[in-house]
């Protein structure tokens, strides 16, 4: 554990603008006792421990450092809490989460950067308030480029587009952020783990999520062939098709790429994309709790589908109910026997919930 009396006597004897000598005085030992005691030379006897913490009107865990190391540790596992609720959609659970962390430690930026990411659906305008609050008082480099971009959400959810345009204006472009910046300086391993699970798997997420905001700018072919060329990313990278979230993504386009058909009268094609889609489904289910890849660009590290979202446990049951309920794209198809078909392959193969 990393002590830090020395550190917080001097800081501690300077707020009270006292000398070495006038505290040694005080506590009844030699001036060079106190010099060593600031150097992290030596500690005061534990004998010593109250009286200096009684002077200066602290308790001895603050004198220690103790105590913001406990608040960390307590802080780490109130995060890794709200990261599973958040992970698994779970939005009330991540609210009550962070509220009663923040209970224990109210003026916690790391929690607060949480709350307000927790709360910009449900009260926008106390997320922007909250904000302004943490990028006026945090130096916390990290924390504030998370608040930054989460008051452009308040903002634009507050019903403010212009404030939230000019906001996210404000934030660093890709070129200056730490994806960008580190590949230049890391080496071996480090470089090729940050390279496939910071760079990779971003791009070709950005890809696939920029493919279906640009999708409305076009035609119904052009909108399949979008998706398509989505497909093609993830394809190239992911050459072994054993990625869960690869197959979640497929699946979605595929599964874009039929609605598209059935909307405009191309219900072959669309029964095409629907054996795709349900294809991408099965093979997602089947896969293990932990999934060592064979694709050249993610065989840095085994990934632990622990950390999918909760949608995507059971793709087949997902796929199931959107064939299943929504009757703009389905409901005129749904007595056929190639929706069938389909249908009983979802069903055959679906897996319980994980």
Not at 251 to 257: D, L, S
Not at 341 to 351: D, S, T, W
Request: hydrophobic letters at 35%; charged letters at 30%.
């Amino acid at each position: 554990m990393n002590l830090k009396i020395g550190e917080n006597i001097r800081r501690y004897r300077r707020e009270k603008s006292l000398s070495q000598e006038m505290l040694a005085e005080r506590l009844g030992v030699s001036f060079q006792a106190v010099s060593k005691w600031e150097r992290s030379e030596t500690y005061p006897d534990v004998t010593l421990l109250p009286a200096i913490a009684s002077f200066f009107h602290i308790s001895v865990d603050e004198l220690l450092g103790t105590e913001g190391i406990r608040e960390s540790e307590e802080v780490d596992a109130i995060v890794a809490e709200c990261a599973a609720h958040d992970v698994h959609y779970a939005a009330e659970k991540l609210i009550e989460t962070v509220e009663a962390g923040l209970k224990r430690f109210p003026n916690n930026f790391t929690l607060l950067s949480w709350y307000v990411y927790a709360i910009q659906n449900k009260d926008p305008k106390k997320c922007v308030e909250t904000c302004r609050y943490i990028l006026d008082n945090c130096t916390d480099q990290g924390i504030r480029n998370w608040v930054q971009t989460t008051l452009c959400y308040g903002y634009f959810k507050s019903g403010n587009r212009e404030k939230a345009v000019a906001c996210a204006r404000e934030l660093p472009s890709y070129y200056g952020t730490m994806e960008d910046t580190l590949r230049h300086f890391l080496e071996g391993d480090a470089l090729k783990e940050h390279i496939q699970d910071q760079i990779v798997v971003k791009l070709a997420y950005e890809f696939w999520l920029s493919v279906r905001r640009l999708k409305e700018f076009y035609g119904p072919a052009e909108q399949i062939a979008l998706f398509e060329k989505s497909n093609a990313v993830y394809d190239a990278i992911y050459e072994t098709n054993d990625v869960p979230f690869v197959l979640t993504r497929k699946m979605r386009n595929y599964q874009g790429m039929a609605e598209i058909c059935l909307k405009n009268g191309m219900e072959q094609d669309a029964f095409d994309y629907m054996r795709e889609a349900a294809a991408c489904a099965v093979a997602h289910d089947a896969l293990p709790e932990t999934v060592s890849s064979r694709a050249m660009l993610f065989d840095v590290h085994p990934y632990d589908r622990r950390w999918e979202s909760k949608e995507n446990l059971n793709l087949c049951g997902e796929l199931l109910r959107d064939f299943e309920t929504e009757d703009e794209f389905y409901g005129d198809i749904r007595g056929t026997a190639a929706y069938g078909e389909i249908v009983g392959q979802l069903k055959g193969e679906k897996r319980s919930a994980r």
